[in-house]
């Protein structure tokens, strides 16, 4: 298959495009990321207490969904684990062995290697809380836009591991969209909108820029359709030989 067809099909043009958008906008915008954080900026200076500066960092739901929100992906991610090698034990489980697989390794590959161990220590950005430009407080770090690299390593902001976790609830969606076109927008939509919400409980605690989620919501995305590839989902075996002969001589 050529790559210029599959880069052309809208599953991957239409999000491709609208992420592009997005970060191109951010871009030429440099100080729309820390404009927005500064919205949940309560202090002003240094020596107030990080919660202070950050009021909602403390409210719910915000502090609920930081806390337990990543429970759901590890629950799909690590069931499809348990059902995957299960299906080796029971027979009827196995025709689940490919989605288990396919859970498993994208939160391994996803939000695991992709985002926390190489993109965070890659990019080096820091996050809305030690940046000077959002809390306006002197010997902070200067704000790195989208696109360019920190230099201190213990600065992880891009992109955000919370909101990864939570766009990972659309992996079904890359199971199903084939045969059950219906409940696979349904997961999609699941995923989108839990992720934006996850999003936003780090936005507003000042542990991540919005381009932080948009480029988590990228990762998990892509990540997702490239994998779906060689699982083939939904796709009927191809006939051998041997059966298409005895059917024409039927």
Not at 141 to 156: A, C, L, N, T
Not at 167 to 175: E, G, I, K, R, S
């Amino acid at each position: 298959m050529k790559l210029a067809s599959v880069v052309q099909r809208p599953a991957v043009l239409i999000p491709a495009v609208a992420l592009a958008a997005l970060m191109a906008a951010f871009w030429c915008w440099k100080d729309l990321d820390p404009a927005l954080a500064r919205q949940f900026v309560s202090g002003q200076s240094a020596g107030h207490h990080l919660a202070a500066q950050w009021p909602l960092k403390e409210a719910q739901p915000w502090q609920a969904l930081y806390r337990w929100g990543v429970y759901p992906a590890w629950l799909l991610g690590g069931g499809g684990a348990a059902v995957c090698l299960a299906g080796f034990v029971w027979p009827s489980l196995k025709r689940w062995r490919a989605a288990g697989l396919f859970y498993a390794l994208l939160l391994l590959l996803g939000p695991g290697l992709i985002v926390n161990v190489l993109c965070k220590p890659y990019w080096k950005r820091p996050r809305p809380r030690d940046t000077a430009e959002v809390v306006r407080v002197d010997g902070l770090r200067p704000f790195v836009p989208v696109g360019q690299r920190g230099r201190i390593h213990e600065d992880r902001s891009f992109p955000s591991g919370h909101a990864a976790m939570a766009f990972y609830l659309m992996a079904p969606a890359f199971v199903l969209y084939r045969r059950r076109r219906r409940l696979a927008a349904a997961f999609l939509i699941l995923g989108l909108t839990y992720g934006s919400i996850m999003g936003a409980a780090r936005i507003v605690a000042g542990g991540h820029f919005a381009t932080d989620v948009l480029g988590a919501c990228g990762v998990i995305y892509f990540t997702a359709l490239a994998l779906s590839v060689p699982f083939h989902f939904g796709q009927e075996p191809a006939a051998s030989p041997n059966a298409a002969i005895a059917a024409t001589s039927t």
